[in-house]
């Protein structure tokens, strides 16, 4: 059974920094997609941003020049570095992975994503 487990979460003032972390297990694909997906009060989950094993990205237009995506496949983590952060980031974070199912844009947008994490929450105060 593949896990994902996030980490890095907490409370930030805006301007700051933040970087999430989550760690897959039992997930070893040729390929695979991996992201990021937030859901903030009150509002629907949203994708964040999503890498591919042949580093291909895509990034929200919000999160777009703030937020870096990247990912060490000897440890099968992907990161999530969050940089100017504004009181509009707060959101449950959520991790998601699965084995590469075509565009990345289009998997990520359409959050067409097998495995989910339990999510670490992200607050920031202005």
């Known amino acids: 059974e593949v896990r994902l487990v996030e980490s890095g979460g907490g409370l930030v003032q805006a301007g700051g920094s933040l970087r999430l972390s989550c760690a897959a297990s039992?997930?070893?694909?040729?390929?695979?997609?991996m992201g990021w997906f937030r859901r903030a009060p009150g509002k629907e989950r949203e994708p964040v941003s999503c890498?591919?094993?042949?580093?291909?990205?895509y990034y929200s237009e919000s999160v777009k020049g703030r937020f870096t995506i990247s990912s060490d496949n000897a440890k099968k983590t992907v990161y999530l570095q969050m940089n100017s952060v504004e009181p509009e980031d707060t959101a449950v974070y959520y991790c998601?992975?699965?084995?590469?199912?075509?565009?990345?844009?289009?998997?990520?947008?359409?959050?067409?994503?097998?495995?989910w994490g339990q999510g670490t929450l992200v607050a920031v105060s202005s």
């Open positions: 890498i591919s094993g042949d580093g291909s990205t």
């Open positions: 998601a992975a699965d084995e590469a199912r075509g565009d990345i844009i289009a998997v990520c947008r359409d959050s067409y994503l097998e495995v």
């Open positions: 039992n997930f070893a694909p040729d390929d695979y997609a």
